[in-house]
């Protein structure tokens, strides 16, 4: 490693990056006929930003052809044990664990500059870009040519001494670096439990993930309707997923027990948040992302699975008071998933609902329980 690498190493651990790497920029020839076809397939399903250029993500010097290195940034966060509650019975939702406290982007962004400074510091006139989780940049495909990790089965970065609870960060800069020949080694092996235990079956052989099956997917990025089939796949969860992370044997060391209405909020209480509720309880929260309509419609359908009958009354009153039709025919659904007497007077009461979509859930509904 030369003397800048070093510099740069010992700088991001300093502000807290527990992994470094370097790579020198190339096209990324051996990804680019997967990534077409992944398009081809839908894979990015309604994600239509990752199928617009596609040629700039296999070969960032199309972004800027003085770029010539990359540097790779893992920042570590907390992987969060499994709550000893019983959150049918509690009505609690989930987020993921990288989505508490303050938005990632913001905190990572801001210490991964700090870094790019640096290289501008010691080598003048230098130039850097940086990058966290936004722009049209393989994350994943630098971070494992700068040997912070492999690409696991699950899709993520993992790293034997950090499993895959860290956040990426990139840095391209027109600086050359010496860089390692050898990449990190796969460990997966045989190991299949992040495929086998993902309750859509989101994932597949060959590294392969369909993006209208994962669950953070259908929490965060789909603005519509989550499928019927998939809304009981869903469990507790509200923002994101952990589940592929949490089955993977990497992953097992260190998970903190925090204040549970954090990470397993009550899901009443989310469903009845107002638009200035919402913007005050997550204006620094990348669950902001989700939008309300998209929490509360993920709200509606936890509630649903957790097929409570304390659930209908809050479940009820959405129908009759919430503006957003998107989240009064999940909350329609979640009523016919619980059954009873209450849940269907107040289904019926929905068949005269304004909203089509509305109707048509609280008549399924009504159909089927």
């Keep these: 490693m030369d003397s800048l690498s070093e510099t740069l190493t010992h700088a991001a651990h300093e502000l807290g990056f527990v992994l470094v790497g370097f790579a020198r920029l ?18 990015h399903a309604s994600m239509t930003y990752l199928a617009r250029e596609p040629e700039r993500r296999l070969d960032p010097r199309r972004l800027d052809a003085r770029y010539k290195s990359v540097v790779s940034l893992g920042y570590p966060y907390a992987a969060r044990a499994t709550p000893d509650l019983d959150w049918r019975a509690e009505m609690r939702g989930r987020i993921a664990a ?17 870094v790019g400074n640096i290289i501008r510091q010691l080598r003048p006139g230098s130039v850097t870009r940086t990058y966290v989780d936004t722009g ?18 699950n899709t993520m970065i993992l790293n034997r001494d950090h499993g895959s609870y860290f956040f990426l960060a990139e840095i391209f800069t027109d600086v050359e670096f010496d860089v ?15 495929l086998d235990l993902c309750p859509t079956g989101a994932l597949a052989d060959g590294y392969v993930m369909s993006s209208d099956l994962c669950i953070s997917y259908q929490t965060i990025e789909n603005r519509g309707a989550i499928p019927r089939e998939l809304r009981p796949k869903l469990g507790n969860w509200i923002f994101g997923c952990d589940i592929c ?32 509720d919402f913007g005050r309880r997550f204006t620094v929260s990348a669950v902001k992302r989700a939008k309300r309509r998209g929490l509360l419609r993920n709200v509606a359908v936890a509630l649903g699975n957790t097929r409570n009958p304390d659930a209908v009354a809050p479940l ?10 998107l989240i009064r025919s999940h909350a329609a659904w979640a009523l016919g998933e619980i059954g009873g007497s209450a849940a269907r007077r107040s289904l019926e009461r929905a068949l005269r609902d304004r909203d089509t979509a509305v109707r048509r859930e609280a008549a399924v509904a009504l159909e089927t329980n």
């Design 26 to 43: 190339h096209p990324l020839s051996e990804r680019e006929a997967f990534y077409h076809q992944w398009l081809a397939d839908g894979g």
């Design 98 to 114: 990288y989505a508490l406290g303050r938005d990632y982007h913001d905190v990572v962004k801001k210490r991964a500059r700090a």
């Design 180 to 194: 390692p020949l050898e990449p990190y080694r796969d460990h997966c092996g045989t190991c299949r439990r992040c």
């Design 136 to 153: 049209p940049v393989f994350e994943r495909e630098w971070a494992s040519a700068g040997r912070i990790g492999w690409f696991g089965k």
């Design 316 to 325: 009820a009153r959405s129908i009759e008071t919430e503006t957003e039709p």
């Design 245 to 276: 992370n949490d089955v993977c044997p990497w992953n097992d060391a260190h998970a903190s027990h925090d204040d549970a209405d954090d990470r397993l909020p009550r899901l009443p209480e989310l469903l009845a948040l107002t638009e200035e």
